[in-house]
């Protein structure tokens, strides 16, 4: 099942799938790119940013970002 990587569940984890073309450059310095596996560690509440775990590091991406990236989630 694919979702936003802003629709996962707290816990949830999954592989990135596919990255908005504008963010490729600016995601890759945090570790996320295609193929890799993600984790959802925190989600704040009322539109605020979501905390992943990629490769044992914990990056935050606001929520425009994280609508433009989806996962593969099981």
Do not use: H, N, W, Y
């Amino acid at each position: 099942m694919e979702k936003k990587l802003s629709e996962m569940d707290f816990d949830e984890e999954g592989t990135v799938k596919e990255i908005g073309e504008d963010l490729r450059k600016q995601v890759a310095g945090m570790g996320i790119r295609e193929g890799k596996k993600v984790r959802m560690a925190t989600k704040q509440p009322i539109k605020g940013p979501v905390v992943v775990e990629v490769d044992k590091s914990v990056t935050s991406l606001g929520l425009g970002i994280a609508d433009k990236i989806v996962v593969e989630i099981g």
